[in-house]
């Protein structure tokens, strides 16, 4: 099938404004063109059309029969094309989502797949937070966080991602390969853990592994995981760190896990503020998140 010609469009615009406006000059100041050019454009619709849309008096203008019957389809046609452009640009706009987290999970987790993470949600621009404490969340502010707990979370609608074990990692260039030589390697301590609980430190680990005559106490601290991860990648020891956080630098070879023995860790999970679970861009990245937590 093909359709009708139609009028030219700019004409029928110009006829719709006027004739709503009841005004050649009002209309001309809304399409931001001269009464002149309105004029001329009426006159080509009812040269178009072979009858008058509109009488004009030096006062007044008034839609004849057959101009109410066209402006009533063209009122109804531009509005209902401005809400399909205002559906259009709402759907397609950038948006600006605050996602919060620790310090650690950002620089080990999230850094290395922003790119990946831009190409699939380019709709989205990010704002990133680091925070080692739980942030309230709220529209506007931080609007959705990267949380490692039991849950729940007050005051946050939250899905779980995957669960977290925590294991020795060191790099292959210490040779460590048999609980035997952890009695004279360095063990990395981590002080500012806050979860999982009970904390997962070496006195437990060594007691898990199932083996003796290690001092759990002695070696350097550091008040967060990424520094130590980063003291283990540096060859400066051992440290117990989350699967998760290290995967990455495993898959690298810049680390290694030489032994079985884990520890049981909390999970992660999304979450967004309350009443956001629907909104696109958030189903958007929570979906992302989800996809590349899988393989873990």
């Known amino acids: 099938m093909t359709r009708s010609r139609l009028p030219p469009l700019f004409a029928l615009r110009a006829f719709e404004a006027t004739a709503r406006l009841a005004s050649f000059k009002a209309a001309a100041e809304e399409l931001h063109v001269t009464p002149t050019a309105i004029s001329h454009q009426i006159k080509q619709l009812e040269t178009y059309l072979g009858l008058r849309v509109l009488d004009r008096t030096p006062r007044l203008v008034k839609m004849t029969v057959p101009g109410k019957t066209l402006y009533n389809a063209t009122a109804s046609g531009f509005s209902e094309i401005e809400k399909a452009v205002a559906k259009i640009l709402s759907e397609t706009a950038l ?3 605050t996602p919060s987290s620790t310090t650690a999970f950002l620089s080990h ?25 739980i942030e309230d969340l709220r529209l506007g502010g931080i609007e959705i966080a990267i949380r490692y707990g039991r ?6 609608a939250s899905v779980r991602l995957c669960s977290d074990v925590l294991t020795p990692v060191c790099s292959p260039l210490l040779g460590i390969s048999r609980l035997e030589d952890l009695r004279h390697a360095t ?11 009970p904390k997962p430190d070496w006195s437990r680990w060594c007691a898990h592994a199932g083996i003796s005559g290690v001092d759990s106490e002695a070696g350097p601290r550091f008040p967060d995981s ?8 540096a060859t400066q020891g051992l440290a117990i760190a989350s699967t998760v956080m290290v995967a990455d630098s ?9 032994f079985s023995q884990t ?24 979906t992302w998140f989800q996809n590349a937590f899988q393989p873990i």
């Not at 290395?112 to 704002?127: G, N, Q, Y």
């Open 263 to 286: 520890l049981a860790g909390d999970t992660y999970h999304f979450s967004c503020a309350m009443g956001l679970e629907q909104r696109a861009d958030i189903v958007a990245l929570r």
């Open 109 to 133: 987790w999230l850094v290395p797949r922003i790119d990946e993470l831009r190409k699939t949600v380019p709709m989205i621009d990010l704002r990133l937070h680091t925070s080692n404490t």
């Open 250 to 258: 495993i898959a690298a070879g810049l680390l290694e896990a030489p």
């Open 187 to 197: 063990l990395i301590h981590i002080d500012g853990r806050s979860s999982p609980t």
């Open 226 to 233: 990424m520094l130590a991860v980063q003291a283990a990648i």
């Open 95 to 97: 948006t600006t989502v």
């Open 151 to 156: 849950g729940p979370f007050p005051g946050a």
